[in-house]
């Protein structure tokens, strides 16, 4: 059975950073795009970022305004979000994505999902 677990979520204080990171279980998704959304209460899930299979190119929101990053270690099989500058606004519930194709900001075109990871910054 194909799983994506992420870790790292937690309480930080604003202007703080956090790294969430994903590992997929049941295959390997090395030719995967991999993405990052999040979903904070009574608000539609939203995009943060994807990185390609390789690695090489990645895209984010522009609403982060380039506090966020996304890498990936193949021969890990594990994906990782850099989030730093934490503000309030930031509050959600993460979640990692797959998909065996080219990126795509829009979370119908993903196949597989983590179970979510609650990030809470207080001001």
């Known amino acids: 059975q194909v799983q994506l677990v992420e870790s790292g979520g937690g309480l930080v204080q604003a202007g703080g950073s956090l790294k969430l990171s994903c590992a997929p279980s049941g295959r390997t998704f090395s030719d995967y795009t991999m993405g990052w959304f999040r979903q904070a209460p009574g608000k539609e899930r939203e995009f943060v970022g994807a990185?390609?299979?390789?690695?090489?190119?990645?895209y984010y929101s522009e609403s982060l305004e380039g506090r966020f990053h996304i890498s990936r270690d193949n021969a890990r099989n594990t994906v990782n979000l850099y989030m730093s500058s934490l503000r309030p606004e930031d509050t959600a519930t993460y979640y990692c994505?797959?998909?065996?194709?080219?990126?795509?900001?829009?979370?119908?075109?993903?196949?597989?999902w983590g179970q979510g990871t609650q990030v809470t910054v207080s001001s």
């Open positions: 994505a797959a998909r065996p194709r080219g990126t795509s900001l829009r979370n119908t075109d993903y196949d597989y």
């Open positions: 990185i390609s299979w390789g690695g090489s190119n990645t």
